[in-house]
């Protein structure tokens, strides 16, 4: 079997620890996040059909965010309900999703290009105005109870809005749009918008409440299993779709010349 093919299956395996730890509230691995991102970056870097800067843009991306959600990042045991949480700035978080967004637009520059059509163009336009009207409304009753407490715009709309501007940009110009769904699922995970069914807190009581730092940033943060497993599911349909793409241009070479 080849080496890509075994850190898939990997990072499927980690994946699956992590969200059924996260389901029960019991972590079977507590490093499982954390090493699926890794397994997902080794697979992209010893994928054999995307293009080289392609391998490498999702490898630092994959990367980036294996340390984004490290084990042992929250050092405290608790967190008192309504405590923010302490922002590293941009020595920390903030510079690693830039560093993952700049390995995600390395790797979409990378694709093969095609010509804008009507179609592509029109389903552009109707991605623009749906992501628009998504951020408009990620407060709104229709995605999230009453009771649940939404993230902050200020951290999450940046990475929202380049999520979104990478997922036009590959449905415009490249030849694969599975490329362009993957990073609209993953835009809509960093955003922290949640089902009715799935709600991200509840009402306290009166009285002291403490939660542990997992807890924490489900409630306030938003997202929690529905988050991740929009980013599993999104990373993994990125990946299929630069191989994807790499094979419908190696197909359409090989059409242009008929004694190849």
């Known amino acids: 079997m080849r080496p890509h093919r075994l ?7 980690l994946a699956l620890a992590h969200l059924v730890g996260r389901w029960y509230d019991q972590p079977l691995l507590p490093a499982a996040q954390a090493l699926a991102w890794c397994a997902l970056a080794g697979a992209a ?20 965010l294996a340390v984004l959600v490290r ?15 302490a922002e ?33 163009t029109a389903a552009a336009v109707v991605l623009a105005v749906l992501a628009a009207l998504l951020a408009m409304f990620r407060d709104s009753a229709v995605f999230l109870p009453p009771y649940a407490l939404p993230p902050d715009p200020a951290d999450v709309l940046p990475a929202y809005l380049v999520l979104v501007a990478l997922a036009l940009v590959a449905l415009v110009r490249s030849v694969s749009p599975l490329v362009a769904l993957g990073l ?22 009166p009285g002291l409440t403490f939660y542990s730092p997992l807890e924490y940033h489900v409630r306030v943060t938003g997202g929690g299993i529905w988050a991740d497993l929009l980013g599993f599911l999104a990373a993994a349909v990125v990946l299929a779709g630069c191989r994807w793409a790499e094979r419908v241009r190696r197909r359409a070479h090989g059409a242009a010349r008929p004694g190849s």
Do not use: C
């Open 45 to 64: 870097l010893t994928a054999p059909e995307p293009p080289p800067r392609a391998r490498y843009g999702l490898a630092v991306a994959g990367a980036a």
């Open 88 to 120: 590293p700035g941009w020595t920390g978080r903030h510079l690693l999703w830039a560093v993952a967004g700049i390995g995600l637009a390395v790797a979409v520059a990378a694709l093969p290009r095609r010509a804008l059509d009507r179609r592509r």
């Open 7 to 13: 850190l898939v299956a990997a990072a499927a395996l």
């Open 184 to 205: 609209g699922l993953a835009a809509v995970a960093a955003l922290g918008v949640l089902p009715p069914a799935w709600p991200a807190g509840g009402a306290t009581g």
């Open 71 to 85: 084990p042992g990042r929250d050092e405290r045991q608790f967190l008192w309900a309504g405590e923010p949480l």
